[in-house]
């Protein structure tokens, strides 16, 4: 062998995929979690903010329980857009770029809300507010699954998600300290405020490993890998190396190779608890007064329900990151499905607001899971696209949730039988997670090839 041809066999190829696979949770995924829990956290604002005001905006805009539940359907519907749009985008022009976007449209949007003359302006507002939400959760998931230690990806997903929950928190919050004095657009003028973090997440966000790639951007991409293993060295002449999949359109690759049919059922389950979530949080506090209990408790319901899901996605990641995402999802769906049935047959307040913990942490630990199995299930080169239709299509079940529970109240539906409607989805749900094909998993075929390596 040559000379040259010695020089070139010894430079050293980095599979960066592997690489941050085989990292351990350090600083820069620390700033990496904290990033993504920002972003969440005003994601988790816009949902539960409306479920707070709506015993304002009854009043204010007089507008009927179906017309309520209607408007609350416009922000998932921007949502679905979004994700739709955005996934997709995201693959081509990168993920914290769009990101960037989807926050600033967010924040204009909450705003504008606050500032709405009637119920037709409020509702349009809401759907460009849905718009940009639409496209920064299934976005910053696939970019915290890139750069997480595989051994720890389901707990780190699951925590930052649970940035949804504070929100929620601060939803609830806001809503008892603003309500009294400022009334509801208070607690929606407060949504703008997050655009001023945006010049700090352009600074610290890290772009993602593929479009560094293809944008040959390696110096950047090989920053981020000397910080996810700062112990390790890496030469500054290495070649850097992405798993992309097949490298076919991300649409009709998630349709390939196996996946399809766990694709659908991957819509469905969204579907299923995305009504549950939507359908239970945004109606809480009213079903709640409707028993017979204030206002104040409808936000205390609001804000228990913030805590428990903030727990439940804490004991969720661990679980799966230690039994699997499968089983995990099939115990936290069923949960789901079984407190919020049996909330209906409480009247004592106390034992009222156990079992809307349970189903807090039911429903949202489930969906955190799922967040983090769908980024996982697909080669990094279409998890955009993956994500996006999953989250895009499933908020199909964030706009009917909240309308069909709006308009069973409006009809003097049963009180137990309109829990049972939102209940009955997590125990289908639970249903179709065990039809998924795991033999198609990416993160387990990665993990077979591993294995081999090792015996050999």
Known sequence: MSAHGEALTSIPAINVSKWFEGSKFNAFHLLLFFLGVGVFTFDGYDLFVYGAAVPLLLKSFHISLAQAGAIASYAPIGAAVGALIFGSLADKIGRKTTILICAAIFCAGMGLSGIASGPNSFGFFRFITGFGVGG???????????????????????????????????????????????????????????????????????????????????????????????????????????????????IATIFQEGRAFSTVVFWCVYFLNLYTIFGFTIWLPKLIINQGFSLVSGLTGLLILSIASIIGSYVAGFIADRIGSRPTLCLFYFISFASIVLTGYMTQFVYLMLLVSLAGAGFNGAQNIMNAYIGSYYPPSMRSTAMGFAYGLGRLGAIFGPAIVGLLMTLHFSYRGTLVTIGLPGLIAAVGVLAIREKYNFARQTASEKAVVRSA
Request: proline share 9%; glycine share 8%; with cysteine.
């Open 136 to 250: 920064t959760m299934p976005n910053m998931v696939a970019l915290c699954t890139e750069y997480a230690p595989a051994r720890a990806r389901s707990t780190m997903v699951a925590l930052m998600l649970s940035g949804i929950q504070v929100g929620g928190i601060l939803a609830s919050v806001l809503g008892m300290t603003l309500f009294p004095h400022f009334g509801w657009r208070s607690v929606f003028l407060a949504g703008f405020v997050p655009i001023i973090a945006l010049p700090l997440y352009m600074k610290l966000l890290p772009e993602s490993p593929v479009h560094l790639v293809k944008r040959n951007r390696l110096e950047q991409l090989r920053n981020f890998v000397r910080k996810a293993r700062p112990s390790e060295s890496v030469p500054d002449g290495a070649v850097l190396q992405v798993n992309q999949g097949s490298g076919k359109a991300p």
